[in-house]
């Protein structure tokens, strides 16, 4: 059996880019997102963002502000720091793409204990910074993982923000009616598709009598848009499809019979898979 992974997301909505945070920013508790020109992107970026919604975000390491899981370390948690780095990246951004909304992540990694006033406390705090900065649009979610080396992958995600810009290599997307193929060339892509070399999208979404196969019009499709694609690179593929009612029978069909028979086809050796709606 091939090794690939199988991804439900219901969209990919990220578009932002980072403010510049060189100093140590592996010992930062907080990470600075500000919107960017959707031009900015490549085609396989927008793709994947699927909106050109934008918006400011935070995303704060909230285990390095929480003491004893039932108090907020004021010592580490340094507002007036945050506040600056807000202020600073509405300034720095050009009217065109000044947006009024920011969005706070709180992060807890290997604290699920940490008690709901501290999480609540956190979350209106940051709220009312947000507000205090000038935003008429504040949310603020949190996340729980036991992934001890989540914070550590969020800050190379940031860094990945920074080489977006107009002089990225370009990644069009080559394909027919059936698929799309990209070849994966930016880090930020990378990080978009968990290290991918190459990401085929299933243009055409497959309804709920699907079984999970392929005709031989669609291999082949697939087969030429990845040789157009000219992937240098053949270890890890993404296959994408669009499907808001395939069973859960007819996905599994596609990852347990249909992947592995295209990753002998393609020459790739592993291979993952997203659902998006």
Known sequence: MFPHKFVTVAFLSFCF??????????????????????????????????????????ELNATSVVSNQHFIDTKKLDM????????????????RILKQKVHFSLNYYNQEFV????????????????VDVGFENCSCISFVTRDTSAWKKRIAFHKAYQTVGPEQEKEPGIG???????????????QLHDGSDCVVKFNEPFGEEWDGTLNAEQIQAVEKAVRLADVKTKQYITFWIVSRYASNKAQQNFSDNTVPSLLKKLGFASSAIITSH
């Open 17 to 58: 880019t980072s403010i510049g945070q060189e100093k140590k920013i592996e010992k930062a508790p907080f990470l600075i997102y500000a919107p960017k020109a959707p031009g900015d992107f490549t085609e396989l970026q927008r793709l994947t963002h699927n909106s050109e919604y934008l918006e400011y975000i935070v």
């Open 115 to 130: 008690s709901d006033d501290v999480r609540s406390l956190l979350r209106k705090s940051m709220i009312g910074l947000g």
């Open 80 to 95: 007036e720091a945050i506040h600056r780095a807000l202020v600073d990246a509405r300034n720095n951004r050009p009217n």
């Open 176 to 190: 027919n009616k059936h698929v799309t193929a990209f070849t994966v060339l930016t880090e930020y892509s990378k």
